[in-house]
């Protein structure tokens, strides 16, 4: 094997012209759909590839548990500098699993305030919340606890779903065709399910930093995605292009990729 068993580590070296492939000669949703698959796997196999160099770099320490199998010279064989690459790869995974970790956490925990953010509200499709900062994005559903807060008729295992979430310092500063193809877009990311998307990408570059690109990319076509989707609703791309552009130059820059960025 040789040099080809760090092939998963350095592969993502392609991200870039895939990403950018993908951007000028596919439809969004197929660009979107496309580059977050290939960040996953990526970030698996290459995952993968991190474990492999620890369990068979690390088999001949002393006092390691593992079995003695993982000794084996052929084993250790099929990979270059096996001691080294392997005592290297044990901050790396450590990294990789702490770094992914803490973005998922950190997305969970932003699910949940946005949650709470609605609570005692009608749930209505469109959440309007009574703030002079303008905002505008889409909150993914999610499956109800069951407990007795979260409004009647919620039993355990149901599905909480989506809503379109706006200020009323947004509604305020956009007419009433920029507010339909607002809502139009932010119901596009919704049902497209944008958000597992970005997610998985943003797990990805986490990953392997090598895999930045896409996360780029996917944020990019998953927004042409849901503008392509309100235009053919509201039946003008001229309003989604008004719409949008208003939207983003009345809301606050957004410090992280959470869900609130949608």
Known sequence: MGVFVFLPLVLPLTAWPVARLAEQRLHPRTATRLLAAVAGVSAVCSTLCLGLLVIVGTAQLPGNPLPDSWSDPDVRAAVPYDEIAGRAAIPALLAVLVSCGLAAWRQERTRRRAVAALAGLPPTPVAV?????????????????????????????????????????????????????????????????????????????????????????????????????????????????????????????????????L
């Open 129 to 261: 919340l009574p703030d002079r900062t303008p905002y505008a994005y889409a909150l993914p559903g999610a499956s109800r606890s069951g407990s007795a807060g979260e409004g009647r008729g919620g039993g355990r295992g149901r599905r909480r779903p989506g809503r379109v979430v706006v200020s009323t310092g947004m509604l305020d500063g956009l007419a009433s065709a920029e507010r339909r193809a607002l809502f139009a877009h932010e119901r596009a990311h919704l049902a497209g399910r944008h958000h597992r998307h970005l997610l998985t990408v943003h797990l990805a570059a986490r990953a392997n930093p090598f895999l930045r690109p896409l996360r780029t990319a996917v944020s990019y076509t998953a927004e042409r995605w849901a503008d392509e989707e309100a235009a053919a609703e509201v039946g003008s791309r001229r309003a989604v292009a008004r719409a949008i552009g208003t939207a983003a130059l009345l809301a606050p820059r957004t410090p992280a990729a959470t869900l609130p960025a």
